[in-house]
Nanobody, 114 residues
């Protein structure tokens, strides 16, 4: 199983990014998927999750700014991020929810400049 996150980059405060996570080796249509982030020195933090029914939950820090979605036909989950601020700077990962440590992958770096 591989979960490959992509779409990160450097953006100015107030900007937007759209992250993608492609799953291979597994059909995740029946799984709850999550986006997590890890800032230097911190543990992985759940940012958003989406159930197989499309029910979403968000961390308070990103509510109203981030939107998680999924395309089961393409085995892909997305994270649309808007109104980014420097506190959003981190490596972003996708994983199942609850997560499996062996599926973290390399993540994608998001850096927000002030």
């Amino acid at each position: 199983v591989q979960l490959q996150a992509s779409g990160g980059g450097l953006v100015q405060a107030g900007g937007s990014l759209r992250l993608s996570c492609a799953a291979s080796g597994i059909i995740f249509v029946g799984a709850t998927m999550g986006w997590y982030r890890q800032a230097p020195g911190n543990q992985h933090e759940l940012v958003a999750r989406i159930s197989k029914f499309g029910i979403t939950n968000y961390a308070d820090s990103v509510k109203g700014r981030f939107t998680i979605s999924r395309d089961n036909a393409k085995n892909t989950v997305f994270l649309q991020m808007t109104s980014l601020n420097p506190e959003d700077t981190a490596v972003y990962y996708c994983n199942f929810w609850p997560y499996f440590p062996e599926y973290w992958g390399q993540g994608t770096q998001v850096t927000v400049s002030s």
